[in-house]
Nanobody, 114 residues
């Protein structure tokens, strides 16, 4: 089983990034997928999740209207489009696959700084 995040980097406030999470080794389309983040010195927190059917999503209040979670079950890939980024969005972003058990990726760093 592998979850490999990519797309992180350094961006200025107000900018955008698109994260990807490539999944392999399990039935991706049968899993609820989610993005979490962890900033230095803080607990890991849920950003957004998307059910097996891509039309059903939910977001944390702090990203509502700025981030969009999506999935492509044909490509076994999860995405997070992040717009209007703020310095407080700086964190390591992780993808997670959940069914009876859960799998985590290794994370990708997002830094929002001028």
């Amino acid at each position: 089983v592998q979850l490999v995040e990519s797309g992180g980097g350094v961006v200025q406030p107000g900018g955008s990034l698109r994260l990807s999470c490539a999944a392999s080794g399990f039935a991706f389309s049968s899993y609820t997928m989610s993005w979490y983040r962890q900033a230095p010195g803080k607990e890991r927190e849920l950003v957004a999740f998307i059910f097996r059917t891509a039309g059903n999503t939910k977001y944390a209040d702090f990203v509502q209207g700025r981030f969009i979670i999506s999935r492509d079950n044909a490509k076994n890939t999860l995405y997070l489009q992040m717009n209007s980024l703020k310095p407080e969005d700086t964190a390591v972003y992780y993808c997670k696959a959940t069914n009876i058990i859960a799998y985590w990726g290794q994370g990708t760093q997002v830094t929002v700084s001028s």
